[in-house]
């Protein structure tokens, strides 16, 4: 079975960047899309990013377009959400998810996602 661990989180002022990372390990062939998730408190958890590992293609909400990048690193069996800007608004905690699927992007819900990690927080400080 694949894990998933997150790391890079921390607490930053508006306006900064912090580099997510998102480790598998375990059996890592059943998966095609990741994904990058976040929850903030009282609220639903909510996609922001995907990436088809073959093609790299990549999908983004609207929230985070234009200020995060998702990516990968095969050899190392990574995703990584680079988040510049960030805001307020941004904090919350972060999952990546892994999933098999025949497509991805946001389209997908939480429940096609097979594997998740334990999520790594991120505070923006006003």
């Not at 990741?34 to 929230?63: H, L, N, V």
């Amino acid at each position: 079975q694949e894990q998933l661990v997150e790391s890079g989180g921390g607490s930053v002022q508006a306006g900064g960047s912090l580099r997510l990372s998102c480790s598998a390990s375990g059996y890592t062939y059943n998966r095609n899309c990741m994904g990058w998730f976040r929850q903030a408190p009282g609220k639903e958890r909510e996609g922001i990013a995907t990436i088809y590992t073959g093609s790299s293609s990549t999908d983004y909400a609207d929230s985070v377009k234009g200020r995060f990048t998702i990516s990968q690193d095969n050899t190392k069996n990574t995703v990584y959400l680079q988040m510049n800007n960030l805001k307020p608004e941004d904090t919350a905690m972060y999952y990546c998810a892994a999933a098999w699927v025949p497509w991805c992007s946001l389209q997908l819900r939480s429940i096609d996602f097979g594997s998740w990690g334990q999520g790594t927080q991120v505070t923006v400080s006003s």
